[in-house]
């Protein structure tokens, strides 16, 4: 596993999309190999998919779990710019 970024939060609706945009450029370009997309609705139902293999599925949920602990402790709030980084 490469160099991963931890959390990137959007400010607001114009950069969410430009994200999207740009993640479904990359998906048309045949460069996306894994991914996982979750979300909740205002109606308090939540969405979650994916596609790729199940080994590299594998390695990133183990990595969603250490961004998950991080997320929970607040350790975000202290480490902005800190990124996790993979064999």
């Not at 490469?2 to 959390?7: I, N």
């Not at 045949?30 to 594998?58: C, H």
Request: proline residues 0%; negative net charge; aromatic residues 14%.
């Amino acid at each position: 596993m490469g160099k991963v970024k931890q959390f990137t939060r959007f400010e607001d609706d114009k950069g969410m999309l430009k994200n999207i945009s740009e993640l479904l450029q990359e998906i048309r370009g045949g460069d996306i190999e894994n991914l996982y997309i979750g979300y909740t609705r205002k109606d308090e139902s939540m969405k979650t998919y994916w596609f790729g293999d199940q080994k590299s599925m594998a390695e990133f949920f183990l990595l969603v779990s250490q961004m998950k602990q991080d997320y929970l402790s607040n350790r975000f709030e202290e480490y902005e710019l800190e990124t996790y980084i993979g064999d």
